[in-house]
């Protein structure tokens, strides 16, 4: 015999049913909240249409608005002329207050509480007869008079290279015959016998003067002083010029010293 199953009645709730009430909750809360949304937004918009300078400063409390009046000139003040710079500092220049010039002996009579004292090596070229008048900053005196007096500006040119290798326009060996009329053989040098060579490099000047002497190579010092003095003795030597144009030039003097038998 057949036994029959009985089957529940649907209970009206399962997955359809459930998926549709979150699909119509989800849309009814979305509603909800951007219509709140909204109304928020229009109530401050409403707030700060009305009173713009409160919500201001409530958003921000520590930059409060303040109203400036601005008051138009008027033509006069328009034209009015701005007010003088401050003056400059001026600055006074005194120079040393020591006196230059040559200390002579002064009777104790002739003193005053105002007489300078002299200057010393440090600020004599700055210091006038009569002694500055004010502060010291490193400068002339005031009462120095430079209108009268000419100042010769000397260019100082540069002096030759010794080892640099010249040419010029005439001969400028020296004339050892003039050289050796000055040279004297040193007495110490003879008693003691000693012999040798002596070659001192020279630096002429433009007019021919000994401006510059170097021992070159020596055999004994004691025999050096006697070649540069005969060299500084003999003064002049040939001028050498280089296009026409007189030149500064190094040279070489040899000096052989030897006792006669």
Do not use: C, H
Request: hydrophobic fraction near 40%.
């Amino acid at each position: 015999m057949a036994r029959a199953i009985a089957i529940p009645k649907p209970s009206g709730y399962g997955a359809r049913e459930l998926k549709e009430f979150i699909n119509k909750n989800t849309i009814r809360a979305f509603v909800i909240t951007f219509s709140g949304i909204l109304l928020l937004a229009l109530f401050f918009f409403i707030q700060f249409l009305f009173q713009p300078k409160d919500i201001a400063n409530k958003i921000y409390p520590l930059a409060r608005i303040e109203q400036i009046d601005i008051t138009p000139q008027t033509a006069e003040q328009n034209d009015a002329p701005p007010p003088p710079p401050p003056p400059a500092n001026v600055v006074v220049q005194g120079g040393p207050a020591a006196r230059a010039g040559t200390p002579v002996p002064v009777p104790d009579a002739e003193i005053t509480p105002d007489m300078q004292d002299f200057a010393d090596l440090d600020v004599m070229d700055r210091a006038s007869a009569e002694g500055g008048l004010g502060e010291d900053l490193g400068g002339f005196s005031d009462n120095i008079e430079f209108s009268d007096v000419d100042v010769d500006v000397q260019v100082r040119e540069e002096e030759p290279d010794p080892d640099a290798f010249q040419v010029f326009d005439n001969d400028v060996t020296p004339d050892m015959s003039v050289l050796y009329d000055y040279l004297e053989y040193p007495d110490v040098a003879k008693r003691a016998g000693i012999e040798g060579k002596v070659i001192i490099r020279v630096l002429i000047d433009k007019d021919g003067s000994v401006k510059k002497t170097q021992v070159l190579q020596s055999d004994n010092s004691i025999l050096e002083p006697a070649a540069i003095s005969a060299i500084n003795k003999a003064g002049r030597f040939t001028i050498a010029t280089q296009g026409g144009r007189p030149v500064a030039y190094w040279t070489t003097v040899p000096f052989r010293f030897k006792l006669q038998n």
